[in-house]
């Protein structure tokens, strides 16, 4: 296909401007057993690429199916129109701006390959595993799933630029709802947190096979356990929530399209403004976070991005110290900032625009044990099941499945519906506690969405369990 | 479009082995995508995209394969035959499936959609002549929308449809903006004049400084895109037969406790009134509408084939997901003219955004303001508010907190674009309410 695919760009790519190609397949597999009951298997292959062109300081795009060589001719053609179109009326010189002509290689890591396994092996566990979710009546509904992407991006530039990164990815998925008198709590495995770039070997790695009988037990616990009580006080939080506190505390404040305004009409602006970088304080001087696609295993791990810059990790966060935010060579232009290599589409119908790829918030050295012990009065809480902030990224309030009071330095009962609330740009500050490696996991999600037209995209995220002090606690009706 | 659809699925129907049956379905679209900011273009192109979705049956035993056309057709076919062998050999290794349902009864239908769409560069010319002068962002997507059904029992559905859908706001500075949208199938200059006319009226009252209030419960009245988040959350599950019969419906209190809304309150969904297609993926034609909540109580679900085979209740053509696409609110009693009169002291919301469950066994649900939110008293407009979270009961909102709707009713297109343009729309009144509780 590569060869194929570029000769045909060769030959139509015009001269005198900037002009990129960008192929994307994408071939997913979805396998899922509900209530014992296998589910239809459902596939989806979906390729096409995106031409871009620069010209005149316009920048446009056009999206096609049809790879042939008139297929992209007419892209071509298409593309310079909107170039044309937008020439003088853009928010940038856009040919002002110095494209990156990359070459190079991605393979993501796998051991264990996908397709290594049958289909009927693969359904043998799924059924195994909605079993083993059947502890008792109170159990409503069981299901669990197995959901695999094989991803495959060249990217073509006419000034040489020629990449080619290969990544498989997969999310599992185990969920249980127990019922009765009128209430329902959902549980799961992580909510759908544990994708990585990884093949079959994951299910090891997180404990696939056994969980089970846990999330239905904790499922049916919670539904006889109190609500999680109201108050002012400290929350310890499981890396399956921090990944969510991270995502939309941290990382979309930070994406420079917001900061630059593209955003607003959507997603949303940023309450982080541009002389921020370099010196507002984020947060206590625990807090550090880096932007990682290099790392392995990260849901979004990459050597390139979508507009050819290079991928590296970078403090965005050090001691609490806002350095940089994320986004690519455009954003970098146009705000005149430092970025990261996070530009990036979710296929090849969408444009590139700054996303988040991998966003980790580093190490501490607190145990879990240390944490726990270190706080009189507050709640544990694991694994999201609602979030919510507003649209300059300050006033958040999340959700969790799971809670369990700490009372004088000691772990006591359950507690239903935990949720609590706070805002960004205090809230970090308030960070007391960061765990150590052995408290934190690589989880991911799979469905951030942004962007005009809109896009969902894969995000990883490695965190520690955290400590935060003076949070608004309280639970549900 | 339809042809190439109908040919492609005449020639699999052809190369089917004697046991099989095929359902097909075509989602495709050309679309222009003009994304701007500071009244600038930032991101301009067009996508061609086509979707072909094939599933097999045997027997009991299906499996299914969405892949990309490209519109040539030895190329496709090529494509289609290769899934439909890849798609047989899983079969083999596919359980039987006792939930398998799709129409054994043929029923063609078919929508064709004119075009009047306007010239791309007219169109910019004038959206960029509105932003002179003022901070305009948003995006103008364009164009044809095609969806198709087919089977290898001679059922042929067709959808076509042109729209466009201008998504944009004012900003005065910060996050103080105000959110207008102009769609339709006819790009009238006038009729966008008008609704650019209407925004900077509200712009100027964003220029006065903002008032901030304490958390707590205040007299609200939700203009009828901010009722349209809340209604869209009820929608993650609210009206769909597995989500009743598997418990994690967020209207859980109104099917087993039978907790009521305001007897004002009916909601269809109102299909004959949408702008989707009247067919499912299933090859079931759906009725004109489906009353969910009549009078306060819950009335009938959304059923998809395959929960109405797993429950045992007649399936109502809906799809998958068993989510509503033309949600219908009955208009109310009050007149939205009389609406800050009426709202006397409060919260005037045009838009909430970003809601989630707080407690979705309990009907709670959270949210934002955004956009043009004002703080009334006297019955006036006095200043803009700054943003607020909400944390409250479906139950309080829709029910014992809700003073009225009102008469007129604004009908709303999706204008979301996740992987292709949404043909989803609700229609909705403005809703007063006693109380809405604030928290952050």
Not at chain 1, 14 to 40: H, I, K, N, W
Not at chain 2, 3 to 18: C, G, I, P
């Amino acid at each position: 296909m590569l060869s194929t695919l570029e000769s045909r760009f060769r030959e139509v790519a015009p001269s005198g401007c900037f002009c990129s190609l960008r192929y994307v397949r994408s071939m997913d597999e979805m396998l899922a057993v509900r209530q014992d009951v296998p589910q239809p298997p459902r596939l989806y292959d979906d390729v096409g690429a995106m031409i871009t062109v620069i010209k005149d300081g316009g920048l446009g795009y056009a999206a096609t199916s049809d790879l042939s060589l008139s297929g992209l001719r007419q892209a071509v053609r298409r593309a310079s129109a909107w170039s044309k179109r937008s020439a003088g009326r853009s928010v940038a010189d856009f040919s002002a701006i110095d494209m990156p002509h990359p070459r190079g290689e991605y393979e993501g890591p796998e051991t264990v390959a996908w397709e290594a396994v049958p289909q009927t092996e693969k359904f043998d566990l799924l059924r195994e595993v909605c079993a083993s979710l059947a502890a008792d009546d109170s159990i409503v509904d069981r299901r669990t799933s197995l959901s695999h992407t094989y991803l495959e991006q060249i990217y073509l530039t006419a000034g040489g630029g020629r990449v080619v990164q290969r990544i498989g990815m997969l999310c599992p998925f185990i969920s249980a709802t127990a019922a009765a008198g009128g209430e329902a709590i959902s549980r799961s495995l992580g909510g759908r947190g544990y994708c990585r770039q990884a093949g079959l070997e994951l299910l090891d790695d997180i404990g696939f096979r056994s969980a089970g009988p846990g999330v239905a037990d904790e499922a049916i616990q919670l539904l006889d356990a109190p609500n999680c009580p109201a108050g002012t006080m400290d929350v310890l939080l499981a890396p399956d929530q921090m990944i969510l506190q991270i995502h939309e505390s941290i990382g979309h404040p930070l994406e420079l399209d917001r900061i630059l305004g593209d955003e607003r009409n959507f997603a949303g602006t940023s309450f982080v403004t541009p002389e921020m970088f370099g010196s507002y304080r984020y947060g206590s001087d625990l807090l550090n976070v880096t932007f990682d696609p290099t790392r392995p295993g990260g849901l979004a791990g990459y050597a390139f991005d979508d507009d050819g810059l290079e991928a590296e990790k970078a403090f965005l966060i050090e001691k609490g110290i806002l350095k940089r935010g994320l986004g690519g060579a455009v954003s970098q232009h146009r705000g005149g900032l430092e970025g990261a290599a996070s530009t990036r589409a979710s296929g090849w119908n969408r444009p590139p625009i700054d996303r988040m790829a991998t966003l980790n918030l580093e190490c501490g050295d607190s145990t879990l044990e240390e944490m726990i012990a270190g706080i009189e009065r507050g709640v544990y809480m694991k694994t999201n099941c609602s979030w919510s902030i507003d649209d300059s990224r300050n006033k958040f309030q999340f959700g969790c499945e799971w809670a369990r009071l700490i009372e004088d330095g000691r772990l006591t009962k359950l507690v239903r519906k935990p949720n609590y609330r706070g805002v960004s740009a205090t809230f970090w500050r308030n960070l007391r506690a960061v765990g150590t490696a052995g408290t934190a996991d690589l989880l991911g999600t799979p469905n951030c969405g942004k962007g005009e037209p809109n896009q969902i995209i894969n995000v990883g995220h490695a965190s520690p369990a955290c400590v935060f002090a003076d949070v608004e606690v309280f639970g549900g009706e | 479009m339809r042809e190439y659809f109908n040919q492609l699925v005449d020639d699999a129907t052809e190369a089917l082995q004697r046991d099989e049956v095929l359902l097909a379905n075509l989602y495709a679209e050309t679309s222009d995508f003009t994304r701007l900011n500071r009244s600038a273009v930032r991101q301009a192109g067009e996508v061609r995209q086509a979707y072909m979705s094939l599933e097999l049956v045997r027997g009991r035993r299906h499996a299914s394969s969405i892949l990309t056309l490209t519109g040539q057709l030895d190329e496709d076919r090529g494509r289609i035959s290769q899934a439909l062998d890849g798609l047989r050999g899983r079969l083999a290794e596919t359980p039987e499936d006792p939930y398998l349902l799709y129409s054994t009864e043929v029923h063609d239908t078919e929508h064709i959609g004119g075009d009047r769409l306007g010239e791309p560069d007219t169109v910019l010319e004038r959206i960029l002549a509105a932003g002179a002068g003022r901070d305009l962002v948003g995006i103008y997507a364009a164009g044809r929308i095609e969806r198709g059904f087919g089977n290898s029992l001679g059922q042929r559905n067709w959808f076509s449809t042109n729209t466009f859908h201008f998504d944009w706001s004012f900003y005065h500075e910060a996050d103080k903006a105000v959110k207008a949208s102009y769609a339709g199938f006819e790009w009238r200059p006038e009729e966008f004049d008008g609704k650019v006319s209407e925004a900077a009226e509200q712009l100027d009252i964003l220029r006065r400084p903002p008032r901030t209030i304490d958390p707590g419960e205040y007299r609200v009245y939700l203009a009828p895109a901010a009722l349209a988040e809340i209604i869209g959350l009820l929608c993650r599950g609210g009206f769909g037969l597995k989500a009743h019969r598997t418990k994690v419906t967020p209207l859980l209190r109104m099917i087993e406790s039978g907790t009521m809304l305001d007897e004002t309150v009916t909601l269809r969904e109102n299909i004959r009134e949408g702008m989707a297609p009247p067919f499912n993926s299933a090859g079931y034609v759906k009725p004109d509408s489906v009353t969910l909540i009549e009078n306060g109580r819950y009335r009938d679900c959304l059923v998809s084939p395959r929960s109405s085979k797993e429950y045992g209740v007649t399936c109502n053509g809906a799809d998958g997901h068993e989510s509503p696409g033309s949600l219908d609110l009955a208009p109310g009693a009050l007149d939205a003219a009389d609406m800050p009169a009426l709202l006397d002291e409060g919260v005037y919301i045009n838009r909430l955004w970003y809601g989630n469950f707080s407690d979705r066994s309990g009907g709670r649900m959270t949210g934002m303001t955004r956009f043009a939110t004002f703080w009334v008293e006297g019955g006036r407009i006095v200043a803009p508010l700054n943003v607020m979270r909400f944390d409250d009961t479906v139950y309080r909102m829709l029910g014992e907190n809700l003073v009225g709707l009102t008469k007129q009713r604004e009908f709303l297109p999706d204008s979301r674009t996740y992987q292709m343009r949404s043909t989803s729309s609700v229609r909705l009144p403005g809703a007063l309410i006693d109380k809405l509780r604030f928290t952050l």
